[in-house]
């Protein structure tokens, strides 16, 4: 039988809302939509796109991690940008991180994310050649 693996990244929306920053059943490990916001709730890479990406991309991987699970285990990206305008270079901080790896990938246009000083949300869905014991 496959256990529930529960990551948390120790910000206060988790337990108000009511999620986790990643989820691992099985081999499969699904991490939620994440932006620049630290533990402290503040934004980093203020008015700057790709600084943002680039946050939210690393703690994607510090998430995959505690789930047992590397950036080579993503096979799809969800980018949901607030201005096509930043794809270029939100598009480059994707690149840094899985260039080799090309897992599928969507980025689209969304109204607005929960701050209007938010540019970037990402999601992601890592699948593991290995299950959980």
Same mark, same amino acid.
């Given at each position: ?36 916001? =630290?533990? *402290?709730? *503040? ?8 600084? *943002? ?29 607030? =201005?096509? *305008? ?48």
């Amino acid at each position: 039988m496959n256990r529930r693996m529960n990551i948390s990244s120790g910000t206060i929306w988790e337990a108000q809302v009511g999620y986790s920053r990643a989820v691992r059943i099985g081999n499969i490990v699904e991490v939620s939509g994440t932006t620049a916001v =630290n533990e *402290q709730g *503040q934004v980093i890479g203020d008015n700057d796109p790709y600084e *943002q990406a680039r946050y939210a991309l690393a703690k994607i991987e510090r998430a995959l991690a505690e789930a047992g699970a590397t950036m080579h285990d993503v096979i799809r990206t969800r980018i949901y940008v607030t =201005n096509m *305008q930043f794809w270029e270079e939100i598009g480059r901080a994707h690149g840094e991180y899985f260039k080799e790896i090309r897992p599928a990938a969507t980025m689209v246009e969304v109204k607005a994310l929960i701050r209007p000083d938010l540019f970037v949300e990402i999601e992601a869905t890592a699948v593991l050649q290995r299950k959980m014991e």
